[in-house]
């Protein structure tokens, strides 16, 4: 029995931006109470160019939680979508190749793009941002190897 294994896109790139927005945020305030500008401008005024920022990155978010890979039985299932929900099975002894790529910031954050090329299929599975992705991208391709010999 292949255990059951859910893959999801990292979050470090979001909560780095959350946190840039707070610190810019603070930024602000800090130097508005000390600086206190001869301008008629509120404070709020400065505070929603970050806050802005800081909606966009909820949104990607959002975007990022929404998209899942599953590892389960003898199959590999992509998911993406929040309203309308897109669904992508794939039989786990299909899976021929699992591809890692990673850009410099990504390597630096340990996080990287999976691609699984499948017999049969003509565009692989994209899978943006993984924590891991070495580990994970072995982990499937060892779980394809062991589905492979499981059947007659």
């Known amino acids: 029995m292949i255990p059951r294994v859910r893959l999801r896109q990292s979050l470090k790139a979001v909560k780095l931006g959350y946190l840039l927005c707070l610190a810019a945020e603070l930024a602000i305030g800090i130097y508005w109470i000390a600086e206190r500008p001869a301008s008629d401008v509120p404070l709020w005024a400065p505070m929603l160019v970050p806050m802005a920022f800081a909606l966009f990155i909820a ?7 929404m998209t899942l890979i599953t590892v389960a039985g003898d199959h590999v299932r992509y998911e993406f979508g929040l309203a309308g929900k897109t669904t992508r099975t794939v039989e786990l002894m299909k899976v021929q190749d699992v591809s890692v790529h990673q850009t410099l910031g990504q390597r630096l954050l340990n996080i990287g793009d ?8 003509h565009s692989p599975i994209v899978m943006t941002s993984i924590d891991n992705p070495h580990v994970a991208a072995e982990y499937i391709l060892k779980m394809a190897h062991a589905a492979a010999k499981q059947t007659p």
């Open 114 to 121: 999976i691609s699984l090329e499948t017999a049969g299929v």
């Open 59 to 65: 949104i990607r978010h959002i975007r990022r939680r």
